[in-house]
């Protein structure tokens, strides 16, 4: 045979190929019928972040996945092509993500599920389907254990991971509290005892456990394409249990006390009155005149727009869990609990803030910070509003500075916006604190390009408003914001294109 110069197709080259093929397929076929990667996901049953990273091939499609892109797309190869795939790449039916899923979904009549999270695993999306708003895990037990901030600086060499676990955190904690809230009893911890990624299941007849490495590189913690061991060993499992005591030993869940507050006749500044337990508190006891405090950002960005050409727009976010607006575009918020406002406290003082999350009782929280606010005539500081705004968009990969997040005084009529529950009845209200950001443009990755890949976000002029309030497609705040003329107002005074 005459040397060409090109040697065989190797598995791993061919495995590539399929993948860009398969990554073309769908980008190609979503485009063409006009949806969104938020839309596919909805119908998948998927969140936006993971046909995201199906079209960037950083995940391979599983046969389950390509029979419903098929049914959605009409992609009659596509299934194909992923046996391929599979069969090029070798087992992926030993992936993470394939066999977590596969023990949290397909095991009957569990009783209780730890996980321990220390790499990228989406432990949300596992248990939480997001298009059908709806528990996908059925457990009488769930206990969910982070690294603490300072394990994962011990572990990784800084942080990499604290924005991700932030939000994991704050959607696992809101379905605590929300309307389609978990069949079992759901904890979240923090712990600075973790060593690597497990879960342990357990049914009245006997436990699984799943171990699996957390791989660094210089992109950062992944685990989607290692290899996960489950066994269903007696003494493995017996020394996982241990191990799960071990990491919650002396700890509990975490909390989210959230401020309440309200105004005083003629007063233009909310007073706090006390904190709100989510998944303890009942959001039908909190006072008519209360409300939750709630910082929210309009991220202004420069960016171009088919057929309206380059302009300021608004980027806009679509919740993917219930108790905040689900399905429904908003601003960027996120509500001031107990850590903003401690945080707040240590920075005016000089002191450096604790990075531990919550663990105290509503009450613990309030009598704690009672002088400090005293001394401040009852009202929240603008620097823990601040820090509520840049943790929401440190979970989406910004680290913004508290200068940079401008105040807009607020009329009357937003101070406090009621918001309705799924069956008509009243939900907490909330008093929010609106900021203007400018997104910077500079840098090898824009600002807009890191809030695109991490949220279900879309860039909107003033007209998109008015039309997506006629669709029904905007929270609350907006509506009221739109129909009082401040929310057109404001974005005419920040320049934003119509389109």
Same mark, same amino acid.
């Given at each position: ?14 495995? %590539? ?7 073309? /397929? ?5 485009? &063409? ?10 119908? /998948?049953?998927?969140?936006?972040? !993971? ?17 419903? /892109? ?13 046996? !391929? ?35 990228? /695993? ?6 939480? &389907? ?106 493995? +499992? ?23 507050? !309200? ?43 088919? %057929? ?7 980027? #806009?976010?679509? !919740? ?5 607006? %689900? ?28 990075? #531990? ?95 695109? +890949? ?46």
């Amino acid at each position: 045979m005459p040397d060409t110069g090109v040697g065989p197709v190797v598995p791993a080259d061919r495995a %590539h190929e399929l993948r860009a093929q398969i990554r073309d /397929l769908i980008r190609k076929a979503r485009r &063409d019928r006009g949806l969104s990667q938020a839309q596919l996901g909805s119908a /998948l049953g998927q969140n936006r972040y !993971r046909i995201i990273r199906l079209e960037k091939g950083e995940l391979d499609v599983t046969v389950d996945e390509a029979d419903e /892109l098929d049914r959605i797309l009409n992609l009659t190869e596509l299934a194909g092509l992923v046996r !391929r795939l599979h069969k090029a790449a070798g087992n992926t039916e030993s992936l993470r993500d394939t066999v977590v899923s596969s023990l949290l979904r397909e095991t009957p009549t569990l009783t209780s599920v730890s996980i321990v999270v220390a790499d990228d /695993l989406d432990v949300f999306s596992m248990i939480y &389907d997001a298009g059908r708003d709806a528990m996908r895990l059925d457990a009488r037990e769930i206990k969910i254990v982070f690294p603490s901030a300072d394990r994962e600086q011990q572990l990784y060499g800084g942080n990499p991971l604290w924005g991700y676990y932030e939000y994991q955190i704050k959607h696992l904690v809101d379905l605590q509290g929300g309307e389609a809230g978990p069949a079992g009893n759901l904890q979240v911890y923090e712990s600075d005892r973790v060593t690597g990624c497990a879960v342990v299941a357990s049914t009245h007849t006997g436990t699984q456990s799943i171990l699996w490495p957390a791989v660094q590189t210089k992109g950062g913690i992944h685990g989607a394409w290692v290899p996960a061991m489950i066994t269903d060993s007696n003494v493995t +499992n017996e020394q996982m249990k241990a191990h799960i005591d071990y990491l919650l030993e002396d700890i509990e869940p975490l909390r989210t006390n959230e401020a309440l507050c !309200r105004f005083d006749s003629g007063s233009t500044d909310a007073k706090f009155t006390r904190y709100f337990a989510v998944g303890t508190d009942e959001e039908d006891d909190v006072a008519g005149d209360e409300g939750i405090a709630v910082s929210l950002v309009m991220a202004i960005a420069l960016c171009p727009r088919k %057929h309206y050409g380059v302009g300021n727009r608004v980027i #806009m976010y679509k !919740r993917p869990s219930s108790r905040h607006d %689900h399905g429904l575009l908003s601003l960027f918020s996120n509500n001031v609990d107990d850590t903003d406002i401690r945080t707040a406290r240590a920075l005016e003082r000089g002191n450096e803030p604790d990075r #531990m999350r919550s663990t105290r009782s509503a009450l613990a929280a309030t009598l704690d910070i009672n002088d400090y606010l005293t001394a401040n005539d009852g009202v929240i500081p603008e620097l823990a509003s601040q820090l509520a705004a840049a943790r929401e968009l440190k979970m989406f990969g910004l680290d913004v500075t508290n200068t940079r997040l401008k105040r807009v005084p607020l009329p009357p009529e937003l101070r406090l916006i009621r918001k309705p529950g799924s069956d008509g009845t009243n939900r907490a209200a909330v008093v929010p604190s609106l900021f203007v950001l400018t997104l910077e443009t500079s840098g090898p990755e824009p600002e807009l390009d890191v809030l695109s +890949n991490a949220a279900d976000s879309e860039a909107v002029g003033i007209e998109d408003i008015a039309e997506f309030a006629a669709q029904g497609r905007l929270n609350t705040f907006l509506v009221t914001a739109l129909e009082s003329g401040f929310l057109t107002e404001l974005m005419q005074r920040l320049e934003v294109a119509k389109r």
